[in-house]
């Protein structure tokens, strides 16, 4: 039977404490954290430059239908409001918005700029046209109407290496400006590999540290935390060190008598996987660790004691119960390669550089902050993919 009032005020007082406690962490991490990380993915959707520099024109233009040229009645009020932007300085905006989707845009609308303001009439596109001929291309008002928002498919698109064509149908853009999908697909390729490297070097070391006495086990997993206390930047600067030509290893190499000359370690393919396997390394041995520790030997020597080989009982009753933690750390690891951009930028060469290279390139020095956050999108997506899968092949693997 319930109980009293006051006995369920009193639960329900007990079932909140522990909310009000964590309460403070979660506003911080959704003040600090969340809501800024949602504000910057937003903009690989949306379209804002020209809707606040021409709201007029922007409006008149998510009426237009596409086809052709748009209603004559939005040439006096384009030119007003780029004479307006000019004066406001916001023309840099929608200038450099407009160039992103066709290149020249942003010429093309500094010299209309010009012209206006010199007394050049704009009533229609004859005069716009006089002003540029580009003005009288059909595709150069698509664009605009494409960035007049609110919502806009453009950046997702150009980071698939696909445009909207004049008509409206999505279309591969040029051979020589298709770089994404390589890129995106380098960068999976990489943290897959990454990732399997890890697991390979990474479960013996943990089953060491898991069947070793604690009084040998203790120091040597010290040892694997050890690079925690040292930033990826130096750890990935002294692979830069060892693996030159001039290097610790390959002059060791030569020293030996291995080699005549220098193997070619670094700023190449080689040299990312080597330098990233080695930072992301504990990432795997540790969460493996922790499953094998709760692993009873007693299973292994039953499985011995009813003949089973070390072998077969090893893959039948030893590896099975390992699969979670394996599972976790590949894909801790992978997860973490995935976003890594200062040890390819260091050791890697040209053809080496992962998807979060192109995302501070638009980041922090085209300020293109649309395209960084539909790269970021690209990459969300796969991950949370993987990440149900994770959950999934963890749930389903037998204890």
């Excluded at 279309?171 to 999976?188: G, H, K, P, S, Y």
């Amino acid at each position: 039977m319930p109980g009293s009032p006051t006995e369920r005020a009193g639960a329900a007082r007990r079932d909140w404490w522990p909310f009000a406690l964590v309460a403070p962490l979660i506003l911080f991490l959704a003040a600090g954290f969340l809501i800024p990380v949602l504000m910057m993915l937003s903009r690989g959707v949306t379209d804002h430059e020209l809707a606040s520099a021409w709201p007029e024109t922007a409006q008149a233009l998510r009426g237009w239908d596409g086809a052709g040229l748009p209603d004559e009645t939005v040439v006096p009020i384009l030119a007003a409001e780029i004479v307006g932007a000019r004066k406001a300085g916001h023309l840099n905006l929608v200038a450099n918005r407009l160039n992103y989707d066709r290149v020249g845009s942003r010429s093309l609308v500094y010299r209309t700029a010009d012209a206006l303001e010199g007394g050049a009439p704009a009533r229609s596109f004859a005069d716009l046209a006089r002003i540029d001929p580009r003005w009288s291309e059909a595709g150069q008002w698509a664009s605009m109407r494409q960035a007049a928002g609110p919502l806009t498919s453009f950046y997702l698109l150009a980071s698939l290496d696909r445009r909207l064509s004049p008509q409206g149908a999505v279309e591969r853009v040029e051979a020589e400006q298709a770089v994404f999908v390589d890129i995106l697909l380098r960068t999976f390729k990489i943290s897959a590999v990454v990732a399997l490297l890890c697991a390979l070097l990474g479960y013996p070391v943990a089953y060491l540290l898991a069947t070793l006495p604690p009084r040998l086990a203790n120091p040597l997993l010290i040892l694997v935390l050890l690079p925690f206390w040292t930033s990826a930047l130096v750890r990935t600067t002294a692979w830069v060190v060892l693996l030159q030509s001039e290097g610790v290893l390959n002059g060791f190499l030569i020293g030996a008598g291995l080699i005549e000359a220098p193997l070619p370690l670094i700023y190449n393919r080689l040299g990312v996987y080597i330098a990233m396997t080695h930072v992301l390394l504990p990432f795997l041995v540790l969460p493996l660790y922790g499953v094998m520790k709760g692993i009873s030997p007693v299973e292994m020597r039953a499985a011995s004691s009813l003949g089973a080989g070390p072998v077969a009982a090893f893959l039948k009753i030893y590896l099975p119960q390992t699969l979670p933690g394996l599972a976790a750390g590949m894909i801790i690891v992978f997860t973490l390669a995935l976003g890594y951009y200062i040890t390819p930028a260091l050791v890697g060469g040209g053809a080496d550089q992962m998807v979060s290279g192109s995302i501070a390139f638009y980041t922090n020095q085209t300020l293109n902050w649309g395209m960084a956050a539909a790269l970021s999108l690209l990459l969300l997506l796969p991950l949370g993919l993987m990440l149900f899968a994770g959950r999934y092949l963890a749930r389903t693997v037998p204890a």
